[in-house]
Each structure stands twice: as C-alpha cells, then as structure tokens.
C-alpha cells in the first residue's frame, strides 16, 4: 500500500502516528493483526454540544440530548471534567419515587438520562469524545435542575430485627430513606459490642454476649434541605445483657367449679413486669391483672381452657405493640373439675 494508507491486516506497525485502542489511548506496543486502525488527520470526529432540554425538574426522571457528532467512528462519550447532578450512593432503596437514581451520561449514546437528586442550580460540566480512530474532542456544557428540596423521607419503620447476642453471627440492618444523599446520626446506640452504626444508615457487625438485650435508638436524618428526626426504634437482641425476664411456672393448677380461683404468674429478672394474654384466651369467668400476674375469678362450669401467657419488662415496653419476639410465652391449661 502507498505511505500513509491504513495497514489493516498487514501484521506491521502503522507508520502514522501511534497505534491507539478503543478509548484513544496510546498503546506502548503494536497492535494484533486487524485489531487497530491507523490515527487519522486531526478534525475528523467533531460535535455539537447542546442541552435539549437544557432544564431539567428535580426527582423527576428525564432524557437530554447532549451531544451530535458528526465524522467520528465508534464514539466513546464520558465527563471530562465537572459532574452531572447524580449523588446517589446509597443504593436503590434510597431512590425517590418519583424517579430512578442520579443521573448518568450513556457511554456510546451521549444522552444524559436519569433524575436528579441533588441541589437547584446549574451544573456545569465538560463532555469528552474519543473515537476507536485516536480522533478526540471536548466541550463544555451547564444543565440546570429546577424544583424545591425535599426533607429526607424515612421509610424504615421500628423496630429494627431482632438480633443474637453471640460473636460467632452476624447482625445487619439498615435504615433508608428517600431523597439523598441522606446522612443518618444516632444516639443511645449500644457502641463498643461489636456492632456499629454508619452516617449511611447501615448498622451491622458481630455482637457479642455483653451487648444490651434492648435498646432503643433515638436517629436523625440530615440532607440538603435540612434534618428529620429524631425517630425512634428499638432494636434487641437476644441473650443479651439484661434480658432475664422469664415465666417460671410453666402450667397453671387445676379449680372447681363454684369456688373461688386465683393463680399468681410467677416471673424472674423482669423490671416493673407487664402481663398479657398472647394467644388462646383465658375461661370467661376469669380476670387477668395485667400488672400483677394474678388470674381470679369462680368457675361456672366445668372443662378445660388453654391460652398462652407473656410478660414484658420496662427495659423493652417501647416493642410491645409491634412484635411478641419479646415476650416470654407459658403455654397453659385450667382444668375444672365438679364437687
């Protein structure tokens, strides 16, 4: 071939210039047969660079034209300097509803798609081609996001799981929001037993046998348009130190009929113990006192009644109306006998 034609397939470095790869980069050696092309003259690939539209609304999703080249093969488009309204580290359960997460500049399209998620204003960056030929070119462009922040959404509820006192297994959960980036500050966490809380909301680790059974967490949750909280979860663990609370009988005595009943639940290492029924139900002529533990009352008739009977401590009262992990269930039995 003349000097200065491409090579292509000719097994011989190209006399032109230096051998590039995909992205216009230099390569120190030559190139497989038919794998490169030979640079050509600067000024081949050219672009115009235009916002269409040049506003786009905050959390909502959208689709900008940002880049038209012209002569350029195979190009590869990225930012080459600045950045696009993307901040969204925190996963896709931090996305807001009414868009996907951040925004992003497609590599081979050279469309800026997504929703942004951080503050109004313009956002000015650089957006560089290359092209598999080692052609190059750049321009620099402002997409404006409009619309009003938003306070961080949280949409964990409490309590968090339910974990288990021993370093040999592991605890994770985690507590998301809309509208990042979210930074979460914590107070009455039970730091220093192997489990630990992140600014990004995950907590995780190995706690080990000396970590509180309950714990209640007071969060915070701060982003740019200000601060939400604090909110409050619990979060146990069990084993753990303090959680002794426990039924000691575990069946209740049998009565007769037309005298008088009274049966005390008996309970150890509980704080100020509230008493409940938590499954079954107790005869209709008994009376349970929730917060002593007695059962009373003079059955009427004769036959048996199972229920199930719980307790809770002060130390964890705030859970009791959203799980019965808690509860230290004595499944029992009244048997009445006639005279």
Known sequence: PSSGSPLIGAGKTPPVGTPRDYFGLPRSSPPSIGAFEQPKASGTCSATFSLSPSSIPLYSFSQVVAVAP???????????????????SQGSLSDPPTGSGGMALGPTTGMISGAPQIATGGYTFSIGISDVNGNATSGDLTLTVSGS???????TKSPLRTGTADSNSYFSTAIVGYYPPITYTV????????????????INGHPDATIPACNTLQVTATNAAGSVGPLAYTMNFTGGAGGTCNIIATSCPSGITGQPYTYLVVVSGCASPTFGVSSGALPSWATFNTSGGTITGT???????????????VNCQSQNAHASTRRTVCFSHILLHHL
Not at 70 to 88: D, E, K, R, V
Not at 149 to 155: E, S
Not at 299 to 313: C, E, T
């Open 187 to 202: 107070t009455g966490f039970p730091a220093g037993h192997g489990v630990a809380f992140f600014s990004n909301g995950a």
């Open 149 to 155: 922040l938003h306070l961080p959404q949280i949409t």
């Open 70 to 88: 012209t002569g350029c093969q195979n190009p590869f488009f990225y930012i080459a300097s600045g950045s696009l309204p993307i901040t969204n």
């Open 299 to 313: 059955p009427n008739v004769s036959g048996s009644s199972n229920f199930g009977i719980g307790v809770d401590d």
